[in-house]
């Protein structure tokens, strides 16, 4: 049973560029969400998709964006990279958006230099 | 707005001693709560949720936590903790069905180092 996969594992980019990140939600799963993890802090919530909408978001600036896939997967989009986006982007899934535990990946960790 | 607290930032205790790891939340209905752990350069992995019912939650790897509303407070313990489980913890409240869905709020984390 394949767990939430995130990918690539590391990447290193330069202020003022974009990136994408991509997450394959757990096998059964149909909702996906973003967290951002900068280095010594907690992770906080990004958005949320569900039925290929966002659903919920955060308190980002609208440089972060998002899209669903029609298999559940799902696409983070950073643009006018700042140095302070660098951080572990952490993908968790879970079956339908409301009362279902997260289960994360690995995370994608983003240096902008 | 819901917000999480956790008041130890590190955390040493020795190989086979017990463990309490503090968390305190906000939130103005009955929340859910989680715990949540990190490896180094890993995700997290979940260890045990209230959801409702028994206020004694049991999780994996041996860890229970406790949910006191009057304290609103949702603390993990462990009766012997073992080497393996030095990492990064988090406590996490989301409102649930009528409150935001399963979108968390996460505290800043405690570090548990294990003496051996």
């Known amino acids: 049973d394949a767990g939430v996969t995130q990918s690539p594992t590391h990447l290193i980019k330069t202020r003022g560029q974009q990136v994408t990140l991509r997450c394959s939600p757990k096998s059964g799963h149909d909702t996906v969400s973003w967290y951002q993890q900068a280095l010594g802090q907690g992770p906080q919530f990004i958005f949320q998709y569900y039925e290929e909408e966002e659903r919920q978001r955060g308190n980002f600036p609208d440089r972060f964006s998002g899209h669903q896939f029609p298999n559940y997967s799902s696409e983070l989009n950073v643009n006018a990279l700042l140095l302070g986006d660098s951080a572990l982007y952490l993908c968790?899934?879970?079956?339908?958006?409301?009362?279902?535990?997260?289960?994360f990946g690995n995370g994608t960790r983003l240096t902008v230099t | 707005a819901q917000s999480v607290t956790q008041p130890d930032i590190h955390i040493t205790v020795s190989e086979g001693a017990s463990l309490e790891l503090r968390c305190n939340y906000s939130y103005g209905a009955t929340p859910y709560l989680f715990w949540y752990v990190q490896s180094p350069g890993q995700g997290l992995q979940l260890l045990l949720k209230y959801f409702s019912g028994d206020t004694l939650v049991q999780g994996i790897k041996g860890f229970e936590a406790e949910f006191k509303r009057s304290q609103s407070s949702f603390n993990l313990r462990k009766p012997s903790v073992h080497w393996s489980d030095a990492a990064e913890y988090f406590c996490a409240v989301a409102g649930g069905v009528t409150g935001g869905g399963n979108k968390l709020t996460f505290g800043t984390g405690t570090q548990l180092k294990v003496e051996l």
């Open positions: 968790a899934s879970s079956l339908g958006p409301l009362n279902s535990p997260l289960h």
